[in-house]
């Protein structure tokens, strides 16, 4: 069964520091995303990537969140400055078509 | 905005037992998706149902979906430990296939 991979499963940095949150896609698949979910809450939407650039994006993401494909294989999000809110875990997925999404395992970001 | 909401929140039940979890929707889903998400790990699709009336098995998980397409149940047949998790009732939001998520039902499978 393919699967999303995410890197790393756990990260604590200061408030502040920037971070690299990286995700390797299906490789058939299209349709990228990132989700957080707060512990307790609700898996919430990040951003949409398609073609090559950001498709929709919530109001969450901010100037200080990025994303890239730098390389047609990874999938990565960047947040630049981060705050102790930013704390929470980040899921990429991949989806291919009407189906579905293929969710990533999550990174926990812990913000110190 | 397409409100979900999962009922009941929590549910907390002995192996063997069967058990029903609910999603109902403002407005009518265009499709739905259940997941099960374990502690620590991304949500796992589990079905999609898209036509009214749909009934759709996968071992002892049997999914409805309502004949106006607002409302979905997951019933849960001779529950066993390993079905503990949430379960995460989710819906596309427009074309580009951001979807919005129930805040899920949590459910408990003691031996």
């Known amino acids: 069964e393919p699967e999303v991979t995410q890197t790393p499963s756990h990260q604590v940095t200061q408030m502040g520091q920037e971070v690299i949150l990286r995700c390797v896609p299906i490789s058939n698949h299209l349709y990228f995303y990132w989700y957080r979910q707060i512990l307790g809450q609700k898996v919430e939407f990040l951003v949409s990537?398609?073609?090559?650039?950001?498709?929709?994006k919530s109001e969450i993401f901010d100037d200080q969140f990025s994303v890239e494909r730098p390389d047609g294989s990874n999938f990565t999000l960047k947040i630049r400055s981060t705050k102790l809110e930013d704390s929470a875990m980040y899921f990429c997925?991949?989806?291919?078509?009407?189906?579905?999404?293929?969710f990533g395992s999550g990174t926990r970001l812990t913000v110190v | 905005t397409q409100l979900l909401e999962q009922s009941p929140q929590f549910l907390s039940i002995q192996e063997g037992e069967n058990l029903t979890v609910y999603c109902n929707s403002s407005?009518?889903?265009?499709?739905l998706q259940w997941y099960r998400q374990e502690p620590g790990e991304g949500p796992v699709l589990l079905v999609t149902v898209v036509t009214g009336g749909e009934v759709k098995k996968l071992k002892r998980l049997t999914f409805q979906f309502g004949d106006a397409r607002k409302d979905s149940s997951l019933h849960i047949t001779a529950a066993q430990p390993g079905d503990t998790g949430l379960y995460l009732c989710?819906?596309?939001?427009?074309?580009?296939?951001?979807?919005?998520f129930g805040a899920g039902t949590q459910v408990v499978v003691t031996p």
């Open positions: 990537f398609y073609n090559n650039e950001i498709s929709e």
């Open positions: 407005s009518v889903f265009s499709s």
């Open positions: 997925a991949s989806r291919q078509g009407e189906r579905g999404y293929t």
């Open positions: 989710v819906s596309p939001t427009d074309s580009w296939g951001k979807f919005q």
